[in-house]
C-alpha cells in the first residue's frame, strides 16, 4: 500500500461558480454535523441580535427613561423637564413666524394700495401716463400675493 500523507489531510475545495446560485444548506442537519462544543458556540452566535431602536419626538420611551434613571438617578425628570422647553420654545416660534407672515401681508397690502390711490390721484390732476404704471404696479402686487408658491418650510397658508 503507497503512503497518500496524514490522513486529516484537506482535500482542495473547487471554487464556486458566480452564475451559479448556491443551494441552501439545510441548518439543523449542520447543526447536528458538528461537534458538541462547537454546535454550542454555533447557536450562541446566531441567538445574539443587533437591535436598533429608534423612537420620533424629544421623549424616549420609558423603559429607556428607566434605564437612564437606574444609571443616573434623577436623569429622566430632567429629560422630560428638557422636552417641555423644548416645546415652548417651537410655540414661541411658531408664534413669531406667524406675526411676522401677519406683518408682511399688511405691509403688502398697504403697498398696493398706495399704488392705487397715487394712480387714481394722477389720473385726477390729468397725468394718465403716470396712472397707468401705477396702477399696474398695485394690480401686479395684488396679483404676485395672490398667486404666490406657497414658502418652503411648511407654512400653513391658506391658498384662496
Not at 394722477?122 to 399696474?136: D, E, R, S, T
Amino acid at each position: 500500500m503507497a503512503d497518500n500523507g496524514p490522513a486529516n489531510e484537506q482535500k482542495p475545495v473547487p471554487a464556486a461558480d458566480p452564475e451559479k446560485p448556491k443551494p441552501t444548506p439545510n441548518l439543523e442537519s449542520l447543526l447536528r454535523s458538528l461537534p458538541t462544543e462547537d454546535r454550542a458556540i454555533v447557536i450562541a452566535a446566531v441567538r445574539q441580535q443587533n437591535i436598533t431602536t429608534t423612537f420620533d419626538g424629544p421623549i424616549p420611551p420609558p423603559e429607556f427613561l428607566a434605564e437612564y434613571e437606574k444609571v443616573l438617578p434623577g436623569s429622566a425628570d430632567r429629560i422630560l423637564k428638557m422636552a417641555e422647553s423644548e416645546g415652548v420654545l417651537r410655540a414661541q416660534a411658531q408664534q413669531g413666524s406667524i406675526s411676522r407672515d401677519k406683518l408682511a401681508i399688511y405691509c403688502g397690502t398697504s403697498v398696493q394700495w398706495g399704488f392705487f390711490a397715487l394712480a387714481a390721484l394722477a389720473l385726477f390732476l390729468g397725468h394718465a401716463i403716470v396712472a397707468v404704471p401705477l396702477g399696474l404696479g398695485g394690480l401686479a402686487g395684488m396679483l404676485f400675493q395672490r398667486f404666490r408658491p406657497a414658502p418652503k418650510g411648511g407654512s400653513d397658508r391658506e391658498q384662496n
